[in-house]
C-alpha cells in the first residue's frame, strides 16, 4: 500500500475561455472543481491504475468538505486531518484557443502547532504499515520549512520508504533526512543545486551529486524529454513517444505515481521508470487537469525507450 501526504490541499477551479483578454472582461464556457494538490492527485493516479493507496493531508472549510465528496465519488480512499482554517482553491484559466493554461495558486491556510501535531501523529502511526510514504508538494503557512525532514526522520524510525517531490526550501531540507526516492524536474534541481542544468552531461553531474548525498533513486523529469534516473550507480534515461499534447498538468504526479507502483511492487527501475513515463506522457493526452487515463498508460507503455548511459 502507498499512503500520500498532502500539506496543502486545495480545490482546483478551472474555467475554461475561448481567448483569453488581460485586464478585460472575460466569460468561461465551463467551470468544474477537482480534488487539487500534488499528494492527492498522486493517490487518485495509483487508484486509477488500480493500486491500493490512502491520501493523509489537511482539510477544512466549505472546499474541503467538496474535496472530501469529490474524492469519495472517485473512490479514492483518504483519511485528512482537521484544520480550524480552509483549504486553499488554486484557479486555473484554460485557453481553449491557445490551448495554454494561466494558473493563479493560493500561499494556503495557517496550520496551528496542534493540528500539524495530530497529522504527524496519525502519519507516523499507520497501520498497516505503507509500503512507501509519498510527500509532495508546498507548505503551508505556520509549518515549518524542515517538514518533510521531520517526517521522514520520523518514518524512517518504522522502517517505511519515501518519495519526496516538492521544491524551494522543503525540497532542500527534506533531501537531509534522505528520502528514499526524489522526482524533481529540471528546474527544482537547478534551483537545488543553485547551477543551470544546460545538457544531459550536466543533468547526470546532478543524478551523482545527489545520488551521493544517500538518495538511493533520483529520477530527473525534464518535460517531452522524459526521465533520467540514477539509482545506485545505474543511470537511465527513459524516452516517451511522441504524443499530441492537450494539457501537461499533473504530467510530474502521474510520472511519481507510476515510479513509486512499480518500485512498492519489488519492480526493478528499469520497469519503474517506463511505468513514470508513460503515466507522466499519457497524463499530457487528458484536457485541463485531468490526470492519466489507464487505457492510455498501458498503450503508451510498450512505446517508451530506455537507454543505458
Ligand atoms: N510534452 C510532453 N510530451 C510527452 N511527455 C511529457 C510531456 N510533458 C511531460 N511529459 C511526461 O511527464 C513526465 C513528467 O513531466 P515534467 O517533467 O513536466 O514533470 P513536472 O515538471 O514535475 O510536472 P508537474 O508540474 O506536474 O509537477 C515526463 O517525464 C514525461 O514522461
Ligand atoms: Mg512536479
New binding site residues.
Partial sequence: MIATVTLNPSLDKTVTVEGLVVDEANRWTSLRRDPGG?GINVSRVLHELGNETIAYGFIGGIDGQILEHLLGEQGVPYDFTSINGQIRSNFIITNLKTRRQTRIDAPGPHISRSELENLMDKITHIEPKPDFLVLAGSVPPGVPDDIYRQIIEETKKHGVKTVLDSDDEWLKEGIKAKPDVIKP?VHETEELLGEKLRDEAAIIQALKTLVGEGIEVVAI????D??IVANGGEILKVI?PQ?E?SS????????VAGLVLKLSQGDGIEEACRL??AA??A??LTPGTELCRRQDVERLLPQVKVERL
Avoid: E, F, M, Y
Avoid at 221 to 224: D, F, L, T, V, Y
Avoid at 248 to 255: I, N, Y
Fill in positions: 500534488k524536474n523529469s525534464r518535460g517531452k522524459g526521465l516517451p504524443v499534447i501537461t498538468v499533473g504530467a510530474g504526479d502521474s510520472a513514470a513515463v507522466g506522457t497524463a499530457t
